[in-house]
């Protein structure tokens, strides 16, 4: 059983920065892919950046690049999601998700394990 936990949200002003963490646990995650989404309200699950877990390839929404960085520590089993440059429009909440690697990454649909998601909340 897969299981996820997101942490490191919270409230920061515009131009601020937060590192979320997703903690993995319940498998070999040597050929998945880990995502992070977000969801703000009233709008559909955004793709924002994905890293596959061997080999470290990285995958950006365009707007997140440059902002955005998204890395993995294999010793921890945890994935971080660096946001910098902050802006009121990024608050929602984040979500990390985790698939087997099968060449696609940005499809919400195609991810069966997601966490229970981190708010974030960019004040003007």
């Known amino acids: 059983q897969v299981q996820l936990v997101e942490s490191g949200g919270g409230l920061v002003e515009a131009g601020g920065s937060l590192r979320l963490s997703c903690a993995a646990s319940?498998?070999?995650?040597?050929?998945?892919?880990m995502a992070w989404f977000r969801q703000a309200p009233g709008k559909e699950r955004q793709f924002l950046a994905a890293?596959?877990?061997?080999?470290?390839?990285?995958y950006y929404t365009s707007s997140v690049k440059g902002r955005f960085t998204i890395s993995r520590d294999n010793g921890k089993n945890t994935a971080y999601l660096q946001m910098n440059s902050l802006k009121p429009e990024d608050t929602a909440v984040y979500y990390c998700a985790a698939r087997v690697w099968s060449g696609t990454y940005d499809f919400t649909t195609d991810y069966p394990y997601w966490g229970q998601g981190t708010q974030v909340t960019v004040s003007s």
């Open positions: 890293i596959r877990w061997s080999v470290g390839n990285t």
């Open positions: 319940g498998r070999t995650f040597s050929t998945y892919i």
